[in-house]
C-alpha cells in the first residue's frame, strides 16, 4: 500500500541555518504530496503541496519538488527562524487507490537563537 | 483558527466508559476526517464522512464509529475504552470528497483513559 518515510527527528538547528527534512514516498500510481505543520498545542496546517511530478510547492520561504524520479518530496528552507519551531509531517494521498491521506511519523524541528 | 472546532478540548475518563467527540466543519465543506495522534502510533487515519456518507475509511477499531449529521457535523464515538486510547483526536474538513483537496485541522481532543 502507500506509505510516506520521512527523516527521524528531532532536528535542532540555530537561527539562519539551512533546513531539509527528508521525505520518500511509495505509492502505486501517482499521488499528490503534502507538507503539514504542526505548532505546539495545536492542529496540523497545510504548508505547502505538490500534485505532480516536478510541481514545487512552496510557502513562508519552504520548498519542496515532487521528484517522481527519486520518488521523493524533500522539504527545504534557506533560513529558518525561531517560530518555525514545530512538527513537520510528509503525506501523501491517492484518491484512486485508498482515498485516504498517509502521514509519515513527523520530524520535530526546533530552532535556538 | 482553521474554521474548525472540536469539543470537548480534554476529556479524562475510565477504563470500559464510552464517550463522544464533535467535530464541526467550516463553513460549506462537505467532508469530514478524524485522525488519531499517539505517541507510538503517531498520526492514523481512521475514517471519512463526505455529505452524510462513510467514504473512507483507515485504522478504526471495532469499538470505535463515526457519524455525520445533515447539518454536517460529525460524532466519533469511542465506547469500551482501553487504555491504548488515550490519544489525541483531530477531526478535519475540506470541501470535496477527494483526500488530495487541502484538509484543515480543528485543535484537537486530548482524550485520557486512566
Known amino acids: 500500500g502507500n506509505s510516506v518515510t520521512q527523516m527521524e527527528g528531532p532536528v535542532t538547528l540555530s537561527e539562519e541555518a539551512f533546513l531539509t527534512i527528508n521525505c520518500t514516498y511509495t505509492a502505486t500510481g501517482y499521488p499528490s504530496l503534502f507538507w503539514y505543520v504542526q505548532y505546539p498545542g495545536e492542529g496540523l496546517q497545510l504548508l505547502l503541496k505538490?500534485?505532480?511530478?516536478?510541481d514545487k510547492g512552496s510557502n513562508k520561504g519552504f520548498e519542496a519538488t515532487y521528484r517522481k524520479e527519486t520518488t521523493s518530496f524533500h522539504l527545504e528552507k534557506g533560513s529558518v527562524q525561531v517560530s518555525d519551531s514545530a512538527v513537520y509531517f510528509c503525506?501523501?494521498?491517492?484518491?484512486?487507490?485508498?482515498?485516504?491521506?498517509?502521514f509519515g511519523a513527523g520530524t520535530r524541528l526546533t530552532v535556538k537563537p | 483558527d482553521s474554521g474548525v472546532t472540536q469539543t470537548p478540548k480534554h476529556l479524562i475518563t475510565a477504563t470500559g466508559q464510552r464517550v463522544t467527540l464533535r467535530c464541526s466543519p467550516r463553513s460549506g465543506d462537505l467532508s469530514v476526517y478524524w485522525y488519531q495522534q499517539s505517541l507510538d502510533q503517531g498520526l492514523q487515519f481512521l475514517i471519512q464522512y463526505y455529505n452524510g456518507e462513510e467514504r473512507a475509511k483507515g485504522n478504526i477499531l471495532e469499538r470505535f464509529s463515526a457519524q455525520q449529521f445533515p447539518d454536517l457535523h460529525s460524532e466519533l464515538n469511542l465506547s469500551s475504552l482501553e487504555l491504548g486510547d488515550s490519544a489525541l483526536y483531530f477531526c478535519?474538513?475540506?470541501?470535496?470528497?477527494?483526500?488530495?483537496?487541502?484538509?484543515?485541522f480543528g485543535p484537537g481532543t486530548r482524550l485520557t483513559v486512566l
Open positions: 478535519a474538513s475540506s470541501v470535496q470528497g477527494a483526500s488530495y483537496n487541502e484538509q484543515f
Open positions: 505538490a500534485t505532480k511530478a516536478d
Open positions: 503525506a501523501l494521498s491517492e484518491e484512486l487507490a485508498d482515498n485516504d491521506m498517509r
